[in-house]
């Protein structure tokens, strides 16, 4: 069934620290707190929307959510969880901060029908955490995942790669940790110099330098690419597009890109290419025959054929002929070449 999220923002709402790259007014265009009432509304219009027989979750956003005293956690959750009983909605998620959960905040989430929470981490590396001004460190995300896993409420992580202080060793260490939490889904947001922050400051001064787009599709891909052959599902690479993101007095500078995630995964496409020419090509061979699930077409290619190109220059092919093939299986790659037939996915890229 298809996923269909109602997203209430709460913008900053319960955070106990600024962090130093965040501004959820600029993000999400919302200038001030909701109230309950404004929630169950937002709910029930978006409900006459919606094809029904999609899997709807409510979905709280833009704050510290569990960081806010109960009782307006249970104002703010109540709609939903009316929505929930009556089977006009299916799951409750929010987000929050590692450090603002215990075993009471899961005991009220769970009365209250939320299961699933996404912990804002960013990152696993204490220094890194310690330059953006997170105020908490990686011990509290291993703790707040082993107590909500142990209650049963599905636990996702967002991680933001291109931090200050933050190279590929940091980001390695990152990820590998990542994996031994057993989150059970991770989001992955590249940071964005947003107006109105302490980052754009430090922007202007010439104190940061965000990744260039290149290099934040390239950690984006590769943290997608470890979670996946390690089984847990990645269900976001940057931002969702919208007008506050593409507004140049909101996003100063950074790699935003309205279609990030196709970028991603036409680059992890990239990297099946040159990983099978590194695994299997030979020297003398010159034409490479490539098929590919149709809706996969535009990702395997890359933007302006670039996949292609930089696949034949490097490795002096000289005709890589492509076709949609609909018995290939999304995101896999049969590749014909010199008689021989291969069957590329994810899991044969090696990765350190
Ligand atoms: S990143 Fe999270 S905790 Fe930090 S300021 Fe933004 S909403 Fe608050």
């Given at each position: 069934?298809?996923?269909?999220?109602?997203?209430?923002?709460?913008?900053?709402?319960?955070?106990?620290?600024?962090?130093?790259?965040?501004?959820?007014?600029?993000?999400?265009?919302?200038?001030?707190?909701?109230?309950?009432?404004?929630?169950?509304?937002?709910?029930?219009?978006?409900?006459?929307?919606?094809?029904?027989?999609?899997?709807?979750?409510?979905?709280?956003?833009?704050?510290?959510?569990?960081?806010?005293?109960?009782?307006?956690?249970?104002?703010?959750?109540?709609?939903?969880?009316?929505?929930?009983?009556?089977?006009?909605?299916?799951?409750?998620?929010?987000?929050t901060r590692p450090d603002c959960i215990n075993k009471d905040i899961?005991?009220?989430?769970?009365?209250?029908?939320?299961?699933?929470?996404?912990?804002?981490?960013?990152?696993?590396?204490?220094?890194?955490?310690?330059?953006?001004?997170?105020?908490?460190?990686?011990?509290?995300?291993?703790?707040?995942?082993?107590?909500?896993?142990?209650?049963?409420?599905?636990?996702?992580?967002?991680?933001?790669?291109?931090?200050?202080?933050?190279?590929?060793?940091?980001?390695?260490?990152?990820?590998?940790?990542a994996i031994t939490l057993h989150p059970e889904f991770v989001r992955i947001y590249p940071v964005i110099v947003i107006a109105d922050t302490v980052l754009a400051r430090l922007y202007s001064q010439g104190s940061y330098q965000p990744l260039s787009l290149e290099q934040a599709v390239a950690r984006s891909a590769y943290m997608k690419l470890v979670f996946e052959q390690q089984g847990?599902?990645?269900?976001?690479?940057?931002?969702?597009?919208?007008?506050?993101?593409?507004?140049?007095?909101?996003?100063?500078?950074?790699?935003?890109?309205?279609?990030?995630?196709?970028?991603?995964?036409?680059?992890?496409?990239y990297l099946m290419l040159a990983g099978f020419m590194e695994q299997k090509w030979r020297a003398s061979e010159e034409k490479l025959i490539i098929r590919h699930h149709p809706q996969d077409c535009s990702k395997v290619r890359g933007q302006c054929n670039n996949n292609i190109n930089k696949l034949t220059a490097a490795y002096n092919i000289t005709k890589a002929t492509l076709y949609a093939d609909s018995s290939v299986k999304k995101g896999c790659l049969l590749l014909e070449h010199h008689g021989r037939v291969v069957l590329f996915n994810k899991n044969l890229i090696k990765c350190i």
């Open positions: 069934m298809k996923h269909y999220i109602i997203p209430v923002f709460i913008p900053h709402l319960g955070c106990l620290h600024q962090c130093i790259f965040c501004n959820q007014k600029k993000i999400t265009g919302c200038q001030t707190p909701v109230t309950a009432n404004q929630v169950s509304t937002m709910i029930y219009e978006r409900l006459n929307t919606i094809n029904q027989k999609r899997w709807i979750e409510v979905a709280f956003y833009g704050g510290s959510f569990t960081a806010l005293p109960e009782n307006i956690q249970n104002e703010l959750l109540a709609p939903a969880s009316r929505a929930l009983r009556n089977g006009s909605i299916h799951a409750i998620r929010l987000s899961i005991a009220n989430l769970i009365r209250q029908g939320v299961t699933i929470v996404e912990l804002g981490v960013q990152s696993l590396d204490n220094h890194v955490l310690t330059s953006a001004r997170r105020g908490h460190d990686s011990q509290s995300v291993t703790n707040a995942v082993k107590l909500l896993k142990e209650s049963g409420i599905h636990c996702g992580l967002q991680l933001m790669p291109g931090l200050p202080g933050e190279d590929w060793v940091s980001l390695i260490k990152t990820v590998r940790q847990i599902e990645v269900i976001r690479t940057g931002l969702q597009a919208s007008a506050e993101l593409d507004n140049k007095t909101n996003v100063i500078s950074g790699p935003y890109h309205p279609a990030f995630g196709e970028l991603v995964d036409s680059y992890i496409f």
